[in-house]
């Protein structure tokens, strides 16, 4: 029978779930609480790394219509639940987990997909949100400079063709 404890650790992560960008499962078994602690730190502005219970963690991953999580949650687990840019905080596991060999990435949920470990660890390596924005941004600026001159090569040939129609009636008079 679950107590009102219980409840209420359900329904936080339920909610820290459901306010989520992303969640990057990980087995922290072996790691120091001051290895802990600095992993906290180096996430800090992207996640919030908690270690959770796995019980009450597929509980609250089902209510929250992800249960597919549950597959992820054998052993020690802890989540970073994250807030902004999931490949930030992706990247910063795999750096931690660098530093750490201990510290093992299980897999991720992200835009309503379970990801495999290695799956998470790819979305690692791909470049930063704001860098990608970027770089669509400057193929769109290339592809409509392309066009503008494209269109005035067509009004000079336009104009250089009404020019010789021009000059092909005043001869006629």
């Known amino acids: 029978m679950p107590n009102a404890e219980k409840i209420q650790k359900v329904a936080?992560?339920?909610?820290?779930?459901?306010?989520?960008q992303a969640l990057?499962?990980?087995?922290?078994?072996?790691?120091?609480?001051?290895?802990?602690?600095?992993?906290?730190r180096s996430l800090?502005?992207?996640?919030?790394?908690?270690?959770?219970?796995?019980?009450l963690m597929k509980r609250a991953a089902d209510e929250a219509g992800v249960g597919e999580l549950g597959d992820l949650l054998q052993g020690p687990t802890a989540v970073a639940f994250v807030g902004g840019d999931p490949v930030t905080?992706?990247?910063?596991?795999?750096?931690?987990?660098?530093?750490?060999?201990?510290?093992?990435?299980?897999?991720?949920?992200?835009?309503?997909?379970v990801l495999?470990?290695?799956?998470?660890?790819?979305?690692?390596?791909?470049e930063s949100r704001e860098v990608m924005l970027s770089r669509v941004a400057g193929m769109v600026k290339s592809e409509i400079a392309?066009?503008?001159?494209m269109f005035q090569a067509l009004q000079s040939r336009f104009l250089g063709l009404l020019e010789a129609y021009k000059d092909k009636l005043e001869g006629k008079e």
């Open 12 to 20: 936080t992560l339920r909610e820290r779930i459901a306010g989520s």
């Open 24 to 40: 990057l499962l990980t087995e922290y078994r072996g790691l120091s609480v001051h290895d802990t602690t600095e992993l906290r």
């Open 44 to 55: 800090a502005d992207a996640a919030t790394f908690s270690v959770v219970k796995n019980t």
């Open 89 to 113: 905080a992706a990247k910063r596991v795999v750096e931690a987990a660098r530093k750490f060999p201990t510290l093992t990435l299980k897999g991720a949920f992200v835009e309503g997909r």
């Open 116 to 126: 495999s470990a290695d799956q998470a660890r790819a979305l690692a390596d791909l």
């Open 146 to 149: 392309r066009a503008a001159s």
